[in-house]
């Protein structure tokens, strides 16, 4: 297919993040928690703001999935435990599937999308666990994020997409190679230069722009390493889908460089087998966002 006339990726983002921009809120967090004379008060008080936010970050650290063993009652001792940035993190996330609610059914289901997304955050924040990384929710938050740019296009350009998805389920290929053929282009990409356009910082959008190219990221080659593991974790138990039909390829040279051992594997399946139901029922109350 010639891709001369397709949208070109600056083009393609630079709608979307201004018409899907993230909530003034939390332009102003990440402005507070930037700023050294900012508290802990501070930063709590324009969460709270935020009802709905702040009723499913407190379930969010309550869950499992964070394991403290005292409850966490507000937001000012959800960021003194949890921490500055990992709460902006979680924020993050969250804002996000708010902005995209409402996709036509015809290009994603959206509730499939948000269970695949989030399957791959659970295995990305469970996977460094085991690597022994710092600030685990940005493996969480950008395996959430992981396909968002594939959004930014179904919006776009929704009749090459519808395209491209049908030719894929009829012959078999890799969405995201096609996505590359047609517009020069993939959805990882559309996803890393939306995030950096509205701001987000590098070690969540990096590994979002090389998840499907782990070793060509810059800055961050662990993390997009880690959620490339995460994205086929999530493909292989089939919870949920963002629209690719096959599971994609596992780099074998990501694997070698995580230095992960393949007796891991089941262990990381279980891992997000046993928090997935619950981390859905936290967050979207049983359902993805539709």
């Given amino acids: 297919m010639k891709r001369s006339h397709r949208i070109g990726l600056d083009q393609m983002v630079h709608d979307v993040a201004t018409i899907h921009s993230l909530p003034m809120f939390y332009t102003r967090l990440s402005e507070a928690i930037d700023h050294p004379r900012s508290s802990i008060a501070d930063i709590a008080k324009i969460i709270s ?10 379930k969010l650290a309550n869950s499992p999935l964070f394991g403290y ?3 966490i009652e507000t937001i000012t001792q959800a960021v003194t435990i949890i921490g500055v940035l ?13 902005v995209f609610a409402g996709i036509p059914e015809t290009l994603v289901n959206m509730e499939q999308f948000w269970r695949h997304s989030l399957a791959a955050g659970l295995a990305a924040r469970h996977l460094a666990t085991s690597q022994r990384e710092s600030s685990l929710e940005r493996f969480f938050v950008a395996g959430i994020l992981h396909d968002v740019g594939r959004l930014v296009m179904y919006i776009r350009d929704p009749d090459h997409c519808l395209e491209l998805l049908e030719r894929c389920r009829d ?5 995201y190679l096609a996505e590359r053929e047609l517009f020069g282009f993939d959805h990882a990409e559309v996803g890393g230069a939306l995030l950096r356009r509205w701001k987000i910082p590098p070690r969540v959008a990096e590994p979002v722009e090389r998840h499907h190219q782990g070793l060509r990221a810059e800055h961050y080659p662990r993390e997009a390493g880690i959620l490339h593991v995460a994205d086929f974790v999530a493909h292989a138990l089939q919870l949920g889908n963002s629209g690719e039909p096959l599971v994609p390829t596992l780099d074998q040279a990501v694997w070698e460089r995580l230095n992960i051992s393949c007796h ?6 279980q891992q997000v087998d046993a928090t997935f139901n619950e981390t859905i029922e936290v967050l979207f109350g049983g359902d993805g966002r539709g």
């Fill in 86 to 98: 990992q709460v902006r993190d979680l924020a993050l996330a969250l804002s996000v599937m708010d």
């Fill in 49 to 58: 703001e935020d009802q709905g936010l702040t009723a499913r970050i407190l």
């Fill in 171 to 175: 012959t078999g290929e890799l969405l």
């Fill in 264 to 269: 891991y594997l089941p262990t990381l399946v």
């Fill in 69 to 71: 063993f005292s409850k």
